[in-house]
Every structure is written in structure tokens, then in C-alpha cells.
């Protein structure tokens, strides 16, 4: 079987879902959407909290794991990726973070023209529907709903409290003016439920245009490319294959953990690499795969006797059947919870330009991607560092398309991350030990026997791992080792881009979902050669 549209689009997660729904609005074009995952409109995606079902296991989750960590005692990293349409904005925290200014003002500065910061906004609010906001930072009428959260949790209020008393400046919008501060964050919801990119741009067309065609549960095993064209893709469905035609461009939106792998299964990439698994290379690209980029994390946990929190108890299980209901009747309370509710932005050094550790405040006591839980109730805090030096790779296990890619993150490899991680310890424990919140915790479940700076060494080393965000293995640029130019466009192949956040040429301070819709967003202007903004 082969079929053709005007484009083909490999991947339906936070970018795919915005390229089909936007393209398909000309009906004069035809789009097909191509997802390996299912769905992605069940219960268990838009009832906020179903996100802790998903991401511990297989359920809707690729469920990656590293390679072996050298800079993390040898151990293997989770890395967790959403499996259907919506992809990982399916299952994250929801968190609505744009990053830093300087950071596309970067992008920018490394040659890739028309992503500074004065250039990108104008399509972060072109996406977003933000209930509180309505300024010059914020956009009221895109189709993601952007909202306050829902819970009413005390918690909010120590946390802030906390950061007052230690001496920290508070933050009520870290996708405004500043970005430095303690505060409560934003989230990609509305009245209570969750609001994937695929809920927001593709679900309300699927059935209705006659120009969509969206299909799940299928894999892409290469990009077909005659006479130096992408021309589709080859498929795997059922155990059959079957050719898809694209008219006009194939897009690769399947993440940067995926992405690369379908151009390296393309003979795009490395060709010592690619002939080393038998593909033979149709154009070498050294810097497929390269410049893996992610944030490190570590977690405080401690436990508490607050119901406010969620755990496993007897008095908090009844607590969770009151918010339940609660939820149907309201739509507010513990069940809308994100879990990461509140966090911030906090610079190790008063010299820095921009905060270099981003905090994720957890209503609930976290321990290895809550793949271990413990009876009790607890709270959590994560520090990222919002800029390592480390960089890793991203390259084939096999030729098999239905392989897992091996993925090397290089965690706290260049020793500079492991000191800025010791001072973002420092500072985090600092606010964690301030009165407001020390009063709530009965035992430091993680950190209390660390002392001494080799101490925190010693149990950063032992306990890092991803906070979900990596990027850059199709990264833009004008150089040599970029992937795609300044649009998007695979170099030396005609009709392919990458639309998703491989193409960052270096990681954002912040959550990553907004900013690869960003992305989508300006690829879409891109493809039509028109501006909407």
C-alpha cells in the first residue's frame, strides 16, 4: 500500500501535534500525522494526577533507559518519554516555563538568525491562553489553556515563606519580566485537567477535517530519499510495511531521543557509525546524534506528617477519596495537583547574569522517578542545573528500527557541573531548613548524614539522574557539525525538516514542552512562508 499527503509528519507528541493541527487549517493541504504510541485521550491523561501511573511505568511511556553513567558511579539513568499523541506533555508535570531570554538571545548569537528572544516570543504567545495574565509577555487566544493551579495547597505559602525568611526574592510569574525568584507555577490546564499539545491543537480537528489524517500505533523505520529528496517514509504496522509519500516535506518530530535515530536508519548521520551497523550512508552528518544535552537533578526528601502531602497511609487514603470526589464535583483539590507545584529560579553566584539552578518543590516524597515508594507522607525538593557543560551522544544499538537507541547523556562528566551542583545543594538545603518548611518535616529522608562538601560529592554521584528534558541531537545551526539550518531544513537533503527539541542548539534554563511548541509554532510560518505574528 502507498499513500501520499502534502506532508508527513513522524511523531505526534508536543510538536507533531502543533505542526498537524496548524498546517491541516489550509485546506488546500493534506497532513498525515503518524504516532507509534495510542491515543492519548483517556482518563488516566486528563485527570492530572494519573500522570504518577504513567511515568514509573510502561503505560504510555517509552521508558528509556542510559547507558551506564561513568559520572554517576557506573549507574544506568530512566529516562522517560511519552508514548502517544501528545507525547511527553502527556505525562510531565504540566509545568508552563519558557526559559530565560539570554538563552534564545544565545541561539541567536551562534548564527541561527530569527531565534533571539525578541523573535520567539511574539510565537510563545501566539500558543498560549493564559486564564491570569494578559501583557506584553503573555498571549490570551492561542489554543494551549495556561492556568493557576487548582489545589489550594498550604504548602504554597510555606514554600514562599520559606524562600522571605532565608532571604530569596518571590516570584509570581517566571514567564515574565524576571525569572529569578521563589513562587508557585504555571501549568498547562484548564478548570482542573490537563491540556496536552495533542488535547490543544490536534484533537479538536481530528474527524472534522477531511485534510487530517492522523494515525496511531505505527512505526517509522527510515526516511525514504530519491535523488536527494525526502520523498516519505517507510512504515511498520502489524508486522507489514508499507511506503507513505510526502508531496511536499517529511517533518521528524519524534523527540531528541528519536529523531536522530530515524535519520541515522535513513543512512543520515555518521557514516563510520552508520556503516558500522551495516546502513549504508547517503549523507554524512557528523552531528546527528551529537550534542545530547539534559539537565542533572538531584532530590531532597523528607517526610512529614501532612495530609496536605500525598502518600500511604490509612487517614491519607480516605483524605485522596474526599479530593476525588471533590473532583467531580469541582474540579479542584489534591487530584488536580501536579505534583511539582511550586519551585524557582536561584543564581549560586550573585555575579551571574541569569539563574543557574531551577527548583522543583514536590507535594510528595519523590525516590527514584517514584518507581520506590514508601509508606507515610513526605515532600520533595529538586535542583537542576540549568546549564551543565557535560554533553553526551545519542547513536543506533542496531539496525533493528525497533530498537531502543543508546542514549548517553554524560551526566556530571565535565567536573565544573559537579561543583555548581555542590552550590545548588548548599542553597537548596538553605531554603529547606528555613523555619516555615523545617517545621514540617519529621526526618531528612536522603541528606541527613551529609555534611561535608565531599559528602555531597559522594551522594550527588549516587543518587543524579534526568529532570526530563533532553535536547539537541538535530541541532540548528550554521556550522559544520549543525543538523539543520536556521529553518529547520536536514542539510544536503531537500524536503526533510526536524521540528521538535532536537533542533536546540543548547538547553534553555527551564522546563522544555513550551519551548519545543514554540518551536512548532515559527516552523509552521517557516513551511507556509507567511507570518502570522
Known amino acids: 500500500m502507498e499513500t501520499a499527503f502534502d506532508y508527513v509528519i513522524v511523531g505526534g507528541g508536543s510538536a507533531g501535534s502543533v505542526l498537524a493541527g496548524r498546517l491541516s487549517e489550509d485546506p488546500a493541504v493534506t497532513v498525515c500525522l503518524l504516532e507509534a504510541g495510542g491515543g492519548g485521550n483517556s482518563g488516566v491523561v486528563t485527570v492530572p494526577v494519573g500522570a504518577v501511573a504513567m511515568i514509573p ?23 522517560p518519554r511519552g508514548r502517544m499523541l501528545g507525547g511527553s506533555s502527556a505525562i510531565n508535570a504540566m509545568i508552563y516555563m519558557r526559559g530565560h531570554p539570554s ?135 502489524g508486522g507489514e510495511r508499507r511506503a507513505i509519500r510526502a508531496r511536499r516535506e517529511v517533518v521528524l518530530s519524534a523527540g531528541a531521543l528519536q529523531s536522530p535515530q530515524i535519520l541515522m536508519l535513513s543512512g543520515i548521520g555518521p557514516a563510520q557509525e552508520l556503516k558500522r551497523h551495516g546502513i549504508a550512508p547517503l549523507i554524512d552528518l557528523p552531528g546527528v546524534g551529537a550534542n545530547l544535552q539534559d539537565h542533572p537533578d538531584f532530590i531532597f526528601g523528607y517526610r512529614s506528617a501532612s495530609l496536605d502531602t500525598f502518600g ?153 539522574d534526568t529532570v526530563y528534558h533532553p535536547v539537541g541531537t538535530c541541532r540548528m545551526g550554521v556550522d559544520s557539525g549543525a543538523v539543520v539550518d536556521p529553518e529547520l531544513k536536514v542539510r544536503g537533503v531537500e524536503g526533510l525538516r526536524v521540528v521538535d527539541a532536537s533542533v536546540m542548539p543548547t538547553l534553555i534554563g527551564g522546563n522544555t514542552n513550551a519551548p519545543t511548541i514554540m518551536i512548532a509554532e515559527k516552523a509552521v510560518d517557516m513551511m507556509r512562508g507567511t507570518l502570522r505574528i
Not at 542496531?398 to 542514549?407: E, M
Open 103 to 237: 538563552d534564545y538571545d544565545r541561539w541567536a548569537a551562534l548564527g541561527n538568525t530569527g531565534w533571539s528572544f525578541a523573535d520567539v516570543l511574539p510565537y510563545f504567545r501566539l500558543s498560549e491562553a493564559n486564564e491570569r495574565f494578559n501583557d506584553e509577555w503573555h498571549g490570551r487566544d492561542g489554543p494551549l489553556p495556561v492556568s493557576d493551579l487548582r489545589t489550594g495547597n498550604p504548602f504554597h505559602r510555606h514554600i514562599v515563606e520559606a524562600a522571605r525568611q532565608i532571604g530569596l526574592p518571590v516570584n509570581d510569574d517566571f514567564n515574565g519580566a524576571e525569572q529569578e525568584g521563589v513562587g508557585v507555577y504555571q501549568v498547562t490546564q484548564k478548570d482542573g485537567e490537563r491540556w496536552s499539545a495533542a488535547r490543544a491543537y490536534l484533537f479538536p480537528h481530528m474527524g472534522k477535517r477531511p485534510n487530517l489524517h492522523v494515525e496511531t500505533k505505527i512505526r517509522v523505520a527510515r526516511v525514504l530519499v530519491e535523488n536527494g529528496r525526502a520523498v516519505g517514509v517507510e512504515t511498520i504496522k
Open 312 to 464: 500511604l497511609s490509612l487517614r491519607g487514603g480516605w483524605r485522596m477519596l474526599r479530593e476525588a470526589l471533590r473532583y467531580r464535583r469541582e474540579r479542584r483539590g489534591m487530584v488536580t495537583s501536579n505534583f511539582a507545584e511550586a519551585g524557582g529560579f536561584l543564581k549560586t553566584r550573585p555575579d551571574l547574569d541569569a539563574p543557574d539552578i531551577q527548583l522543583h518543590f514536590v507535594v510528595s516524597l519523590v525516590d527514584d522517578h517514584a518507581r520506590k515508594l514508601h509508606l507515610g507522607h513526605g515532600f520533595s525538593c529538586h535542583v537542576c542545573l540549568l546549564r551543565p557543560r557535560s554533553s553526551g551522544t545519542l547513536t543506533l544499538a542496531s539496525a533493528d528500527p525497533l530498537a531502543a537507541p543508546l542514549i548517553d547523556p554524560a551526566f556530571l562528566a565535565d567536573p565544573q557541573d559537579v561543583e555548581d551542583m555542590v552550590a545548588g545543594f548548599k542553597l537548596t538545603r538553605r531554603l529547606l531548613e528555613a523555619p516555615a518548611l523545617a517545621r514540617l518535616a519529621r526526618k531528612d529522608a536522603v541528606t541527613a548524614a551529609v555534611r561535608s562538601d565531599d559528602d555531597i560529592r559522594a551522594i550527588l554521584r549516587k543518587r543524579v
Open 57 to 79: 511505568t510502561k503505560l504510555n511511556n517509552w521508558a528509556f533507559e542510559t547507558v551506564p553513567q561513568p559520572g554517576l558511579g557506573g549507574r544506568r539513568g530512566y529516562q
